[in-house]
């Protein structure tokens, strides 16, 4: 389960802050170039190069539309960042159920003379 | 009348997001005010409680809660002995505290923890966000907690497995919930 040691994954892609904005800026629905443009405050060469790097390793996906590109999430591609970020969520749910359940046994003992 | 019964626990809520490269938040809400889970983070018997895990043998669990004063926390996993340590920052009784963490494993590696626990009516949600210096520190964090993740489900799975064999009538499935 080691992160993949390429340079073109789905970590090295969102690692950049702007291509983070740019998944938030898409969310669930298509974009076009111009829109992403105007939504991010970024140039339009800024917003095409980090496009293309997420296109690369698959996070994003384009439709064609006569002279328009639509842009869009694939959610599958973000699943290896999710499972490796859930194995560290485990052990801290873990820990802080424990957590919970110290605190509604103090909370009985602070009730009681 | 004296009642036993409890309200419905929020086991396996915890979520984890990584704000930034540098950067863990783990947010969990909890049924308790503010103070007792202060008390509860921050006196040695009861961290041994709850902190590091179930197999977990501590060894040593020390906190000298004032800005300045050093925390060091030594718990022994089967053969291996993970110690952990750092120093208070701030304190904000009951409601921040900001330390820095060094795993002694990886010394170069320190992150600065900041605590907040904001109560609404008796409900309190924690925050817990771990700052490192650089991205693989960042990352490093996030692979540690995936190995002991695996161990803590597996012991997890053991007591569901126990637990059926008991007609107790107070097993929580895991719940999982995807980060936003």
Known sequence: MARTPTTTDAFNAVAEASRRDLLDALGTGEATVSELVERLGLSQPQVSKHLAVLRAVGLVLVRVDGRHHWYRVNGPALKPIYDWVRMFERTWNARLDRLEDLLEELKTQEEEP | ?180
Request: glycine share 8%; proline share 6%.
């Open chain 2, 1 to 180: 009348m004296n009642s036993n019964k409890t309200a419905p626990n929020r086991h396996g809520s915890a979520v984890i997001t990584l704000p930034s490269p540098t950067e863990i938040l783990i947010t969990r809400v909890f049924d308790a005010p503010a103070a007792l889970i202060f008390k509860a983070w921050t006196t040695p018997e009861l961290v041994k409680r709850w902190w590091g895990f179930e197999t977990s043998k501590w060894l040593v669990c020390d906190i000298d809660l004032r800005e300045g004063g050093q925390w060091r926390y030594v718990i022994r996993e089967g053969e291996v002995e993970v110690g952990f340590h750092g120093e208070f920052k701030q304190i904000n009784r009951p409601h921040r505290v900001v330390s820095t963490e060094v795993y002694e494993g990886f010394p170069d590696a320190a992150a600065l923890n900041t605590v907040t626990l904001e109560e609404v009516n008796g409900v309190t949600t924690m925050k817990t966000l771990v700052q490192h210096e650089k991205p693989e520190h960042r990352d490093a964090h996030l692979a540690s907690g995936m190995e002991s993740g695996m161990q803590v489900s597996y012991n997890r799975l053991e007591d569901v497995v126990q637990q059926l064999a008991v007609p107790l009538g107070h097993s929580e499935g895991p719940v999982l919930q995807a980060p936003r």
